[in-house]
């Protein structure tokens, strides 16, 4: 069974840009859930989406979006980036998004400039 | 009440020793508390987990406990091997619902040969 799959592995972006990370779960999963994480922060929630839609949300400004489309993949997106945000992204996915088993990706490692 | 505090920060223990890593949560709701290791360069990865109606368990060398009047739980690495060194997240949710998960901060662990 293939695990989660997160493209592209390695970004770099300048400040003011756009960036949009792919996530692909495991068969049959529904659930997807986004990370950040950076060094002593640990994980930072971003968003849930199940079933297409976002079911959980964390404390993240409404530059990072996200969206699920009906094959369970999903996409999540910085608008005008900062500094802030260089940071490895993490998705996971989960059967039914009951609090069952996270799968993680490898993640995305995101650097600004 | 929807933190999960997790300490120490960072341990380094010696080969053969035992690793010991606590975490407290305040949300008496919680019943599912899992642990995630995670290697560089890979996302975490489900270590074991615990439900409040068992004070133990135990999967090899890895041994959760859990205290449930004191709203704690910890990790326990016996006779610690340098394959350990990784770092270890403690995490909290219900199970009867769709609750994100909510995660330690993450405890960095060196176990020196």
């Known amino acids: 069974k293939a695990g989660v799959t997160q493209t592209p592995r390695y970004l770099i972006k300048t400040r003011g840009q756009q960036v949009t990370l792919s996530c692909s779960p495991i068969?049959?999963?529904?659930?997807v859930s986004w990370y950040q994480q950076t060094p002593g922060q640990g994980l930072q929630f971003l968003f849930e989406?199940?079933?297409?839609?976002?079911?959980n949300k964390g404390n993240f400004p409404g530059r990072f979006s996200g969206r699920q489309f009906s094959n369970s993949r999903s996409e999540m997106n910085v608008s005008t980036l900062e500094l802030g945000d260089s940071a490895l992204y993490l998705c996971?996915?989960?059967?039914?998004?009951?609090?069952?088993?996270?799968?993680f990706g490898p993640g995305t490692r995101l650097t600004v400039l | 009440q929807q933190q999960v505090k997790q300490s120490p920060q960072s341990l380094i223990v010696q080969k053969g020793g035992i690793s010991i890593i606590n975490c407290a949560y305040e949300?008496?709701?919680?019943?599912?508390f899992p642990w995630y290791q995670q290697f560089p360069g890979k996302g975490p990865a489900l270590l074991i987990a615990?439900?409040?109606d068992v004070s133990e368990k135990k999967e090899g060398r890895f041994t959760i406990s859990f205290n449930k009047s004191a709203k704690q739980f910890s990790l326990h690495i016996m006779d610690s091997q340098p394959g350990d060194s990784a770092t270890y997240f403690c995490?909290?949710?219900?199970?009867?619902?769709?609750?994100?998960?909510?995660w330690g901060a993450g405890t960095k662990l060196i176990i020196k040969p």
């Open positions: 996971a996915s989960e059967r039914s998004g009951g609090s069952n088993e996270q799968f």
């Open positions: 068969s049959g999963h529904r659930s």
């Open positions: 989406y199940f079933s297409e839609t976002q079911r």
């Open positions: 949300n008496t709701a919680f019943d599912y």
């Open positions: 615990i439900r409040p």
């Open positions: 995490a909290a949710s219900r199970m009867d619902s769709n609750y994100q998960l909510i």
